[in-house]
């Protein structure tokens, strides 16, 4: 069964779109599976915690998320499309090739060696970038009470990361649709449907 990942810069606003795509795969009477990068896991969840709030090196903030997704891929996503269900991840891998490699700075091929060890070949099939103005994305991370260590980003880290984003939206054409986050619910939710159609 597909293997879906959702991503973004931080106030992209894909979690508003993540529980309804989860319900409209659900109404075909196939298990859903609804997970989250970093995390996933009891220990996942443990490593989330520090990597949103611990300042550390940028490569052990990399090799974390990796490490976490590890664990992730061997208790949650392998073991769910093993049994014939969707997985639904909130970010995954391009997540850390845009923040970790666009947003810090780290080399691509680090993080290659990482994603072989780690995923051994797989990839998702279908990968949903919510893609919003950096400024936008803001001014809606400003209403939250308080921001994790990313959120505390500035724009131009934003700027790069989204830009990063992109890139690998072109250049993995055949998994990845770009979802205007400007556009109301309304019109993702279509777009949304006509996506899903071919899953
Ligand atoms: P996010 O998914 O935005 O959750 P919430 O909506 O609850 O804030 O938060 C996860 C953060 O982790 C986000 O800022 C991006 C970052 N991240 C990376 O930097 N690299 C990664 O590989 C992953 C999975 C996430």
Same mark, same amino acid.
Request: net charge negative; glycine share 6%.
């Given at each position: ?13 894909? $979690? ?5 795509? *989860?319900?409209?795969?659900?109404? &075909?009477?196939? /298990?859903?599976?609804?997970? &989250? /990068? ?23 903030? *990399?090799?974390?998320?990796? *490490? %976490?997704?590890?664990?992730?891929? @061997?208790?949650?996503?392998?073991? *769910?499309? +093993? ?5 639904? $991840?909130?970010?995954?891998? @391009? ?8 947003? &810090? !700075?780290?080399?691509? %091929? ?10 051994? !070949? ?8 919510? @893609? ?5 994305? $803001? ?5 939250? +009470? ?27 054409? +055949?998994?990845?649709?770009?979802? @205007? ?16 159609? $071919?899953?």
């Amino acid at each position: 069964m597909p293997f879906i990942t959702l991503e973004g810069i931080d106030g992209a606003g894909k $979690s508003t779109h993540l529980a309804w795509l *989860a319900e409209q795969l659900h109404a &075909r009477g196939t /298990e859903v599976v609804v997970t &989250r /990068e970093p995390g996933g896991t009891p220990l996942g969840e443990k490593l989330r915690e520090v990597l949103l709030n611990e300042p550390m090196h940028i490569e052990t903030e *990399a090799l974390l998320m990796f *490490a %976490a997704r590890r664990e992730h891929l @061997d208790k949650v996503i392998q073991p *769910a499309l +093993a049994r014939g269900a969707y997985v639904i $991840s909130d970010r995954f891998t @391009d997540a850390s090739f845009a923040y970790q490699c666009g947003g &810090r !700075g780290i080399a691509e %091929a680090r993080l290659r060696v990482l994603e072989d060890w780690v995923q051994a !070949g797989l990839q998702p099939d279908l990968t949903l970038l919510f @893609d919003v103005d950096v400024a936008i994305a $803001s001014q809606r991370l400003a209403r939250n +009470a308080s921001l994790d260590r990313f959120e505390q980003e500035q724009q131009a880290f934003f700027e790069r990361v989204r830009t990063h984003y992109l890139q690998r939206a072109q250049q993995y054409p +055949a998994r990845f649709r770009i979802l @205007d986050s400007a556009h109301s619910v309304e019109q993702i939710r279509a777009a949304l449907t006509d996506i899903i159609k $071919s899953l």
